[in-house]
């Protein structure tokens, strides 16, 4: 006797029977997928309850389809956004990528761009997990520039600092710089930020250094002087200074204790142990830059 069908598959079914029917007399083929989204939407709930959420996000996809057939938009947005969230939880990232870049289209087209960032900034997360750098880098940045379009400044500053923490990683150091220095441009116009200005100077800083540009990395120093004199009492420029002097000096010693100093009271994380091992580097392959 074969196995009765779920919940999800009868309506399932339903719902891919009444996509495919024929409009009647009395009915016209907005209707027709009107009813179908709505069925595709009870399948993709139904499945979810069932846990299989691979299933529930191609319903919703559907769904999607079928509100887009009716030029309901905001309701294809939704559905794809349902169907992303479904196939997260069934680790398919490439196919919640691909969902909301959909819903990302319709928000855009609608003008809804704080929305948008917040999607595309998921977007960025997801590749992030996947390890590819390059693609989560625009997502952040994408997702930046929207919602500094919407004034939402906070949000903006967030993504484009951890875009610029991933050109870093994967040595695209003047952009890096180029987004830490935008960043701190608009930390230093509210006392509630300005405080963070040290950490993204510093960045700065060490991404010139990581691209042997010890020229670079001395000028900026003295230009966040400039924009701010209480930067060079700090520990993140006295580590800055260090740091140049010993790369210019080629003084591994040097480089080793001023990272020691800082790290004991600071502590290093993980983004600045890396390009900290990326300028070392850059000392041991030159030793004769004096």
């Known amino acids: 006797m074969a196995p009765s069908k ?4 009868i309506l399932l079914q339903k719902a891919e029977k009444k ?18 989204g709505d069925l595709f939407q009870q399948a993709a709930n139904a499945f979810k309850l069932e846990k299989s959420f691979v299933d529930a996000g191609d319903a919703f996809s ?20 349902n169907a992303s969230k479904a196939y997260k939880q069934g680790d398919r990232p490439d196919l919640a990528v691909e969902a909301l870049s959909q819903t990302v289209t319709y928000l855009t087209k609608a003008g809804r761009f704080r929305q948008a960032a917040d999607r595309e900034k998921d977007i960025a997360q997801i590749h992030l997990q996947r390890g590819d750098l390059p693609r989560a880098c625009e997502s952040y940045e994408r997702a930046g520039e929207w919602y500094q379009q919407e004034d939402a400044n906070a949000m903006a500053n967030g993504c484009f600092k951890d875009a610029a923490d991933l050109h870093a990683q994967i040595d695209q150091f003047p952009q890096a710089i180029a987004r830490y220095e935008q960043v701190a441009d608009q930390s230093l116009q509210s006392n ?8 993204y100077w510093l960045r700065s800083g060490l991404c010139a250094l990581a691209n042997t540009d010890s020229v670079t990395a001395k000028r900026n120093l003295q230009k966040y ?15 800055l200074a260090a740091l140049i002097e010993a790369v210019e000096g080629s003084d591994l010693e040097a480089f080793a204790t001023a990272c020691r100093d800082y790290d004991q009271v600071m502590r290093l994380d993980n983004w600045k142990t890396t ?16």
């Open 6 to 9: 779920s919940e999800a598959r």
């Open 19 to 36: 996509a495919a029917s024929s409009a009647g007399w009395f009915s016209s083929a907005t209707t027709k997928f009107e009813e179908a």
């Open 62 to 81: 559907k769904e999607a389809e079928c509100r887009e057939k009716c030029k309901e938009n905001n309701d294809a947005a939704n559905a794809w956004w």
């Open 192 to 199: 509630l930020t300005k405080y963070s200005v040290k950490e």
């Open 225 to 239: 002087e400039t924009l701010d004199p209480s930067f060079m009492t700090t520990r993140e420029a006295k580590l």
């Open 275 to 290: 390009i900290l091992l990326k300028i070392k580097k850059t000392i041991d392959e030159e030793p004769g830059l004096t």
